[in-house]
């Protein structure tokens, strides 16, 4: 009587087939999605010098995500090697969030625009900002910091604001408020003196004082 039944080696090299077909699909699986996670979440690589070559890209790289979509610079009212017009704007993005510094400068301000900026600074949940004779406020929103800048005609007020986009609560925190904070001091160091039609204070080094 003929026997059909498969013989133990047969049955055996079945066995290691599937088992070795199993694990180079579950290989390909595996590579397929770390090639997936690499793609979509590349390191943000912050240069050096951001804004222009004005600014430490240090002072950037805690405010943007470490990965995600690349880092990308904008630029308006700069002309070469972080000289500054009477109004600027410098926009960072990586990873999805963006930091955005502004200088403008402020005209003859009146007494009016003065008591507003005192007021903002005093206001209950804003957070006052000092450094030298620079004064401002700290919004949930943004860094606003103020300095006065003499002209033949009269003074004006340089204002520079840093404020933070992707989220929510840009200033949720006391670091993050403090990190940004002292970029807005390093740029109105950086921008004031190169606003064409006034001469800004030069302000200290360091860290502004919050509160």
């Known amino acids: 009587m003929r ?27 595996g590579l397929g999605f770390w090639a997936f996670r690499s793609s979509g979440e590349a390191s943000v690589a ?31 009212g700069y002309r070469g090697s972080g000289a500054a017009t009477v109004q600027g704007r410098c926009t960072l993005t990586g990873g999805g969030r963006t930091v955005q510094i502004v200088h403008s400068l402020i005209l003859h301000p009146s007494d009016s625009v003065r008591t507003k900026i005192a007021e903002e600074i005093e206001r209950p949940g804003n957070t006052a900002i000092h450094l030298g004779e620079a004064s401002g406020y700290a ?4 860094i606003y910091l103020f300095l006065d ?27 993050t408020m403090e990190r940004v904070a002292g970029l807005t001091a390093d740029a109105a160091r950086s921008v004031a003196p190169r606003i064409d ?15």
Do not use: W
Not at 7 to 28: C, F, H, K, S, Y
Not at 56 to 64: E, I, T
Not at 202 to 208: C, D, K, N, Q, S
């Open 3 to 29: 026997n059909d039944s498969p013989t133990p080696a047969a049955g055996n090299r079945r066995r290691v087939l599937l088992a070795t077909a199993l694990l180079i699909v579950v290989l390909l699986a």
């Open 46 to 76: 912050v240069p050096a010098r951001v804004c222009d070559g004005s600014l430490p890209g240090s002072a950037v790289r805690p405010l943007l995500p470490e990965q995600g979509e690349g880092f990308k610079e904008e630029l308006y």
């Open 139 to 142: 919004t949930p929103g943004a």
């Open 149 to 175: 800048c003499r002209a033949p005609e009269g003074d004006h007020l340089v204002r520079v604001t840093t404020g933070l986009g992707g989220s929510d609560q840009p200033l949720k925190d006391r670091a």
């Open 197 to 211: 039609t006034c001469e800004a204070d030069r302000l200290p080094g360091g860290a502004p004082t919050l509160g």
